[in-house]
């Protein structure tokens, strides 16, 4: 039990799955976002500086505040408090796409989708079609393990009301771009969580060496796009899926269902890892 709430957590100081040290270069500037992604050496390197990235003053006063006032149900619970870097498969088949961390969720447990309802649906579906390995996802050290899968997210921090800027976005942006571009040797299918995602997703699949279409197609769930992908990439073409974000407005609502969401990651399963003929 902590009993001092600090605004986030130290970088190396054993958080499961903190991908940084005390060294680890921190941005302060969109400028400095972009010369240190640029300059990562290495897909871990580059988790590592997503993760104490502090170039967006609102985000950060915003998930530092959260992580020290805490819902009541996590009162005993210390926060991540930090932005939150992709996590899974270091050489994935099915890349998934989301908007952003939850306060309450990865904002708390430092890691994308786990702790929160929309992460409950996903995590669940995932484990259904045999792309997880366990149908939750609760904390850093629960065991869960992405099989050939790999989440990120738009924008790293927890924005408030779920709405960073187009400034943030932008800001963002860097990390995304050079993820994506980290593992797209062995990608096959792209899964994007909503509206947002599908649009953060683009000039991130451009910038990363995709062919992509003009003009860029609608999203909508169940969508599918071939894209052609990067030079020195596995052979054939690169399948984005849209697919309805498991928030629990969709959810509750039945605007998404646990066969919809099946539909899809089936799909992206199918797709990643063709069966044989």
């Not at 088949?93 to 409950?120: C, M, Q």
């Not at 040797?185 to 060496?209: H, N, T």
Request: aromatic share 6%; net charge positive; with cysteine.
């Amino acid at each position: 039990m902590t009993t001092v709430n600090a605004p986030f957590v130290p970088p190396g100081s054993g958080w499961p799955g903190d991908p940084a040290t005390p060294g680890t270069p921190v941005a302060r500037t969109p400028q400095e976002v972009r010369e240190l992604a640029d300059r990562a050496p290495t897909l871990h390197e580059l988790c590592a500086r997503e993760s104490v990235c502090r170039a967006c003053p609102r985000l950060v006063e915003w998930r530092e505040r959260v992580a020290v006032e805490r819902r009541r149900a996590f009162a005993d619970q210390e926060y991540w408090g930090r932005p939150i870097p992709g996590w899974g498969e270091e050489r994935p088949r099915v890349l998934i796409v989301g908007l952003a961390p939850a306060a309450h969720g990865g904002n708390r447990t430092g890691r994308i989708f786990t702790g929160d309802r929309s992460g409950d649906w996903l995590f669940a579906s995932l484990h259904r079609v045999g792309l997880a390995a366990q149908p939750t996802s609760v904390h850093a050290a629960d065991g869960q393990r992405l099989l050939g899968t790999r989440v990120v997210a738009t924008v790293r921090c927890a924005p408030p009301d779920n709405k960073p800027t187009p400034a943030e976005r932008a800001t963002c942006l860097p990390w995304l771009e050079h993820e994506v571009a980290e593992v797209a040797p062995r990608v096959r299918a792209i899964v994007a969580l909503g509206g947002y995602a599908w649009q953060g997703v683009w000039p991130a699949l451009k910038k990363a060496g995709y062919e992509v279409p003009r003009p860029r197609p609608p999203f909508g769930h169940g969508v599918e796009v071939e894209l052609t992908p990067p030079a020195g990439s596995g052979p054939g073409p690169v399948t984005l899926l849209g697919c309805y974000h498991p928030s629990q407005q969709n959810t509750f609502t039945g605007r998404v269902t646990e066969e919809m969401l099946d539909a899809v990651f089936t799909r992206a399963r199918d797709l990643a890892d063709p069966p044989a003929a």
